[in-house]
């Protein structure tokens, strides 16, 4: 599988942005960019994905490098409830599936303060 | 139920017993994967399942785990003779077409 290097942890204030960052410079042109985060005493949550654009929904926004070597996910306004683990997987669809394991790393824990 | 549902949420069992965690995916969601996570670290892949059949059990640590998922929806993970080293949270997602996962609160076994 194809590896990502995230921070051990960033901090931020309350209601600023937060730019969470991945390289995956091994990434290969079938690989997915995935984003999940993890609360405390929950399982995983999906937040995002993207393939080689620039991705927006509800939670976040996904920017992908133009080489597709690092992608970096952002939180418009933090609050104190998004202080989770945040994962960046990389994912394969080789063969057109989208069913494949993920394969999480160790994250950024993500701490923001009031 | 509107997400995945797991149990029991806690076991404690004794060391070289049997135990059965259990996982009741979203309905329709046809692949179903467990998980499980030490303290402090991330998530680590055990196996997947596409309808009825193990798609990829690279993960499973060794023969005392198995894992079934008999009518394509529930699904049961097996651990006989368990360790002390087992001692983790057991966790279960399942997806649809769209690839994302849903993960449940996942159960916490202890091995003592």
């Known amino acids: 599988d194809a590896k990502t290097t995230q921070p051990n942890s960033m901090e931020s204030n309350e209601e600023e942005p937060v730019h969470l960052p991945c390289n995956h410079s091994?990434?290969?042109?079938?690989?997915?960019i995935h984003w999940y985060r993890q609360l405390p005493s929950q399982g995983p949550e999906y937040v995002i994905h993207g393939l080689t654009s620039n991705v927006n929904n509800r939670m976040a926004s996904l920017a992908i490098a133009e080489d597709r070597k690092s992608s970096t996910l952002i939180l418009h306004r933090a609050t104190l409830r998004d202080a989770a683990v945040y994962y960046c997987i990389l994912r394969d669809s080789a063969g057109g599936t989208s069913y494949g394991k993920l394969t999480f790393g160790q994250g950024t824990i993500l701490t923001v303060h009031p | 139920g509107a997400g995945v549902s797991q149990t029991p949420s806690n076991k404690v069992t004794e060391k070289g017993k049997y135990v059965e965690l259990r996982c009741d995916p979203i309905s329709g969601h046809t692949a179903l994967y467990w998980y499980r996570q030490s303290l402090g670290q991330g998530p680590e892949f055990l196996i997947y399942f596409q309808g009825t059949g193990a798609a990829d059990d690279s993960g499973l640590p060794n023969d005392r785990f198995f894992a079934v998922r008999p009518e394509g929806s529930v699904s049961t993970l097996k651990i006989q003779r368990t360790e002390r080293g087992d001692s983790a949270v057991y966790l279960c997602?399942?997806?649809?077409?769209?690839?994302?996962?849903?993960f449940g609160s996942g159960t916490r076994l202890t091995v003592v």
């Open positions: 091994t990434i290969s042109g079938t690989d997915y």
């Open positions: 997602a399942s997806s649809s077409k769209t690839g994302a996962l849903t």
